[in-house]
Nanobody, 116 residues
Framework: QVQLVESGGGLVRTGGSLRLSCAAS????????MGWYRQAPGKQRELVAS???????NYADFVKGRFTISRDNAKNTVYLQMNSLRPEDTAVYYC??????????WGQGTQVTVSS
């Protein structure tokens, strides 16, 4: 069982920045991918960004050019640098670690609130 602990969320004004971290209790080196998702009140959880073991990244259109995902295998941590934040980015952000289609783990989430 792998545990994921997110941190770095908070309250920020429009245009501000936050850096989310997701620390895994186990090695992420062999993980197929790690990703950040978000869920706003009354909405479904959606993919924000992901990064594979090879370093390939994928971003949702609504964050392209503003958010950057990265991983540090030595620290078993994945990051999400969020710049130019908007009120519509307000949500609970979740980290997901995927080893295979049947082996994945979620973090507990961290709240991001962007005030206008």
């Amino acid at each position: 069982q792998v545990q994921l602990v997110e941190s770095g969320g908070g309250l920020v004004r429009t245009g501000g920045s936050l850096r989310l971290s997701c620390a895994a209790s186990g090695s992420i080196r062999s993980a197929y991918a790690m990703g950040w998702y978000r869920q706003a009140p009354g909405k479904q959880r959606e993919l924000v960004a992901s990064i594979t073991s090879g370093g390939s990244t994928n971003y949702a259109d609504f964050v392209k050019g503003r958010f950057t995902i990265s991983r540090d295998n030595a620290k078993n941590t994945v990051y999400l640098q969020m710049n130019s934040l908007r009120p519509e980015d307000t949500a609970v952000y979740y980290c997901k670690l995927t080893y295979s289609i049947n082996a994945y783990y979620w973090g507990q989430g961290t709240q991001v609130t962007v005030s206008s």
